[in-house]
């Protein structure tokens, strides 16, 4: 088997380990975490009707208005900070984290510190 199949085979298996374990509700949905080389993207998700809250990607123009580039550390902060004001106006304030099989480091621990300093509780 090749390396990258292999590697790919490895972030499945940490991204189902870690959804059988954070399970999404209206009172408490789930924040996951998408990266990828140029964006990031963040969304609120109620596992019970299985449907999206809220969404935030560095392709929205609101971001862009803020911040020029979407795919570094600071620009991941700005992110979850934006997600954590529209859940706010929606009414959200406690959320269950889902890293969705990456590490907790750089940009998806970013997101999460934005979030948390705007006043989400997860």
Do not use: W
Request: hydrophobic content about 35%.
């Amino acid at each position: 088997m090749d390396r990258q199949k292999r590697l790919l085979m490895a972030h499945q298996a940490r991204r189902k380990r870690v959804r059988k374990k954070v399970q999404g509700t209206p009172a408490c949905p789930r924040l996951s975490v998408f990266k990828s080389a140029r964006h990031i993207y963040a969304q609120l998700i109620d596992d019970v009707s299985g449907g999206t809250l809220l969404a935030q990607t560095s392709l929205h123009n609101d971001f862009k208005s803020r911040s020029g580039k979407g795919s570094n550390v600071a620009a991941a902060k700005l992110l979850g900070e934006l997600l954590a004001e529209k859940a706010r106006e929606k009414g959200i304030t406690r959320v269950v984290f889902d890293r969705s099989g990456y590490r907790y480091h750089g940009r998806v621990k970013a997101v999460a510190e934005g979030a948390r300093e705007k006043g989400l509780i997860f």
